[in-house]
């Protein structure tokens, strides 16, 4: 075996168990933190109420799939943050493609589209009440407005920043404006769109969780305000726990994913979290 | 599409047919005894495996008009066959009879 062989075996063994000790690490801290939340629980010497044991959550956790309301709040959740994602993604793609084609209208609307991409969605959810109402309209429409925005500016700043070499080239060879819209911006603009996804994804779901305290009667949103105004912390921290979960699901299985194959591929970002 | 979310969406596709299916075949059983069901709307009494919470109340509101609970039981009037299987097919009710109010 010559030195090269016997370096690179050893260092393929060495990824594959550092993966797993990587695994395994987490799980280590997690179990850390729920056996001294456990133990905490008696010397702090509180009530349920105040202090809920992690065998309480895990109690409030059970309860709630039994009496089949965690499935129907998560469901609810999901398909308001997906129906939100998906039209403000496409909604601010549109609006960014087409302002920023032409320079004169993104110089216009530069200032009013920073100052509302400012405001918070918290700030408009009142107002949305008073003209929606309480439900799903005035969530998805938070939520498409906190997605639309960065997804908006991102896609115009790509598309305002395409090469020009390369608009000329396509432009040179005969191309009209539809074939450098096709075969220059929307490429260039891609990694783009999807940093603005990425960064919209996150802000769609803190959103939804305000939208959901401020203006529902169902979603996980709603479970944790309506743990704590019933005195049921347990139910508020399981209700907490789930939506991380539901957080870590989607940017582990959709956006990462999705990320990798598109915006790091071409080597445009360099994601530190995937270094943790 | 890349590998992990097509195997997500995979799983979570063949979880919510499992959980409308499950529904369907629990929900058929539970109204067996009670086919064919009266069109315009009936009485029933449903069972819980627990005393409903706000959430199933309102579940049930939305279904029918609850005209009352004892224990874990709701009962309910004008509930029309639609919305009857709907409710049936829950998993936390455990049963659904006629019920005929006085």
């Known amino acids: 075996m010559t030195p090269a062989v016997a370096l690179a075996v050893p260092r393929a063994r060495w990824r594959m168990s550092r993966r797993t000790a990587r695994a395994l690490k987490g799980a280590f801290g997690v179990a850390l933190l729920l056996v001294a939340w456990q133990v905490s629980v008696p010397m702090v010497g509180m009530s349920a109420y ?186 508020t921290i399981a209700g907490m726990i789930v939506m991380g979960f539901l957080w870590l699901g989607i940017d582990q299985c959709y956006l990462r994913p999705f990320e990798r194959a598109t915006v790091q591929r071409w080597g445009l970002t360099i994601d530190a979290a995937d270094r943790l | 599409m890349p590998r992990v979310p097509a195997i997500a969406t995979g799983i979570l596709a063949m979880l919510v047919a499992f959980y409308w299916i499950a529904g369907m075949v629990g929900g058929g059983h539970k109204l067996a005894a009670l086919e064919p069901l009266a069109n315009d709307g009936g009485s029933y009494a449903i069972t819980l495996a627990f005393a409903p919470e706000r959430f199933h109340q309102q579940l049930l509101q939305d279904r029918g008009r609850v005209v009352g609970v004892d224990h874990s039981t709701v009962f309910m009037m004008d509930v029309d066959p639609k919305s009857l299987r709907a409710i049936a097919r829950e998993y936390w009710v455990v049963e659904v009879r006629r019920w005929s109010p006085r």
């Open chain 1, 50 to 235: 105040f202090y809920p044991a992690p065998i309480d959550v895990a109690h409030a956790f059970v309860d709630l799939i039994r009496k089949g309301v965690l499935p129907v709040y998560i469901a609810d959740s999901l398909g308001r943050y997906a129906i939100g994602i998906g039209i403000g993604t496409a909604l601010g793609i549109v609006f960014g493609i087409a302002i920023g084609l032409s320079r004169r209208t993104a110089l216009a609307l530069s200032p009013l589209l920073k100052f509302l991409f400012a405001l918070v969605e918290v700030a408009w959810i009142p107002i949305f009440v008073v003209w929606f109402g309480y439900g799903v309209k005035t969530i998805v429409l938070a939520l498409i407005y906190v997605v639309f925005f960065p997804v908006l500016y991102n896609t115009l700043l790509s598309v305002r920043t395409a090469p020009a070499v390369l608009v000329n080239a396509v432009r040179s060879l005969g191309g009209g404006r539809i074939d450098v819209l096709r075969y220059v911006i929307l490429p260039s603009a891609l990694p783009g769109m999807i940093t603005g996804l990425r960064l919209a994804a996150g802000f769609a779901f803190r959103g939804l969780v305000f939208g959901e305290i401020i203006a529902a009667k169902t979603g996980v949103g709603y479970l944790i305000f309506e743990g704590a105004q019933s005195q049921q912390t347990a139910r």
